[in-house]
């Protein structure tokens, strides 16, 4: 059973406002990952990290900024909100050299931001 | 670059098999997979392949891998209308370091 959790679930906001999605999992995976998912229902990578201090950019060009102080904890900011910015962003991990040595991701129930 | 392709629709009636298709560009894919997806939810690992194995079956479900032509299918037995979800394609390669490359999911639809 993945431990990996996601908050908020739902968040509506007006454009402008700054919004931090958290992510944490306790299952000491050093790989964990940010896609946005757009209403067509694919998955854009955005952001991933290899570990603590580590953060590279996806596929997909995003406004947005992660960091990784915490192998467990992997958040997501956007400093100033647009309504472009309205999508699904689910977060995962894995950990290729241990259980996980199939390369599956464990993602979180996702955060649903709607801004106006 | 790598890609993975799936059809986005799918509808079967209740009791039918499903059989949802996918194909990938990789050929140093190592595993491929399939992930479900329910309303509101995240992604959920439902079955995986090795890219040495032609075939995998557990319960329900029947992977078939045609390696040469870098097809993967996903049938579904006995379909039930809890297996209406979004089900997303997707591979890897330990060249790669395990990124994880999805197709754009497929939709299915099953009437009662």
């Known amino acids: 059973e993945a431990d990996i959790y996601q908050t908020p679930r739902y968040l509506v906001i007006g454009t402008g406002k700054k919004i931090t999605l958290e992510c944490s999992q306790t299952?000491?995976?050093?790989?964990m990952y940010w896609y946005q998912q757009d209403p067509g229902m694919e998955l854009h990578l955005i952001h991933y990290?290899?570990?603590?201090?580590?953060?590279e950019k996806g596929d997909l060009s995003s406004e947005s900024t992660v960091s990784r102080i915490r192998t467990e904890h992997f958040p997501l900011t956007l400093e100033s909100a647009r309504p472009s910015h309205t999508s699904q962003y689910l977060c995962?991990?894995?950990?290729?050299?241990?259980?996980?040595?199939?390369?599956?991701?464990?993602f979180g129930e996702g955060s649903r931001l709607t801004v106006l | 670059g790598e890609d993975v392709e799936q059809s986005l629709f799918l509808s079967v009636r209740e009791g039918d098999s499903s059989v949802i298709n996918c194909t990938y560009t990789?050929?140093?894919?190592?595993?491929l997979y399939w992930y479900k997806q329910e309303p509101g939810a995240g992604l959920q690992l439902l079955t995986y392949?090795?890219?040495?194995?032609d075939m995998k079956q557990d319960q329900r479900l029947t992977v078939l891998l045609n390696k040469k032509d870098k097809h993967l299918s996903l049938r579904i037995a006995d379909t039930q209308t809890g297996d209406s979800a979004i089900y997303f394609c997707a591979e890897s390669a330990h060249t790669g370091g395990f990124k994880t490359i999805f197709g754009a999911g497929t939709r299915l639809f099953v009437k009662a």
């Open positions: 392949i090795f890219s040495n194995m």
């Open positions: 995962a991990s894995s950990d290729p050299s241990g259980t996980g040595r199939r390369g599956e991701l464990f």
């Open positions: 299952m000491g995976h050093d790989k």
């Open positions: 990789d050929s140093s894919s190592t595993y």
């Open positions: 990290s290899y570990g603590v201090n580590s953060t």
